[in-house]
């Protein structure tokens, strides 16, 4: 089944623990990004990669990493969590980058961060 | 670059057509508008794109004016399920994506 996960699906965190968020996709796409959401806000995009070692930052990137060594893998690290990085985070995928070519982005099912 | 502007909520009678409008008028000649819409905390579905021309699929249309500036997505037959916030999106320097808070659909039975 072709699909974006996530992992893990909720966490509870402490601050300044590192943690890593993984997330694969298993259709070959080109183009994956973050995303978080929060009351009021929307859904806000962190960091995105249009392929493998090539990774932009997009509205809210502070705070976080990425890395894309592998075309399937796209981790979200949070070096030193803090309170204010509690947050809903979604993956996303897309055949192709966005630009021009028109392609719908896959989204994984979500990530429940809290930081206390 | 462009973004846009949508009704923060809307409702609808279950049957009828939903029409969601979205501002989007600093648009640019080569940038799509994407509609997307979440269903509680789900991660976000695609619904459709369009550049120019008015686009029809399973789920809906979308009808965008002559000069760009403004686009409709249209359910034709709203149904319980359609019971979503409603993106609507221009990606930003190409590959950026700005979701804003869209417009939160509550269709009534």
Known sequence: EAQVTQNPRYLITVTGKKLTVTC??????????????????????IY???????????DVPE??????????????ILESPSPNQTSLYFCASSPFPLAGGGNEQFFGPGTRLTVL | DAKTTQPTSMDCAEGR???LPCNHSTISGN????????????????IIHGLK?????EMASLI????????????????LRDTAV????VPLAGNQFYFGTGTSLTVIP
């Not at chain 1, 996709?25 to 806000?41: A, I, K, T, V």
């Not at chain 2, 940038?31 to 695609?46: A, D, F, L």
């Not at chain 2, 021309?53 to 699929?57: C, G, M, V």
């Open chain 2, 86 to 89: 409603y993106y609507c999106i």
């Open chain 1, 63 to 76: 705070g976080y990493k990425v890395s894309r060594k592998e075309k399937r893998n796209f981790p979200l």
């Open chain 2, 64 to 79: 965008i004016t002559e000069d760009r500036k403004s686009s409709t997505l249209i359910l034709p037959h709203a149904t």
């Open chain 2, 31 to 46: 940038e799509y508008v994407y509609w997307y819409r979440q269903i509680h905390s789900q991660g976000p579905q695609y």
């Open chain 2, 53 to 57: 021309n008015n686009e029809t699929n």
């Open chain 2, 17 to 19: 057509a939903a029409n």
């Open chain 1, 48 to 58: 995105y990669s249009m392929n493998v070692e090539v990774t932009d930052k997009g």
């Open chain 1, 24 to 45: 694969s996709q298993n259709m070959n796409h080109e183009y994956m990004s973050w995303y978080r959401q929060d009351p009021g806000l929307g859904l806000r995009q």
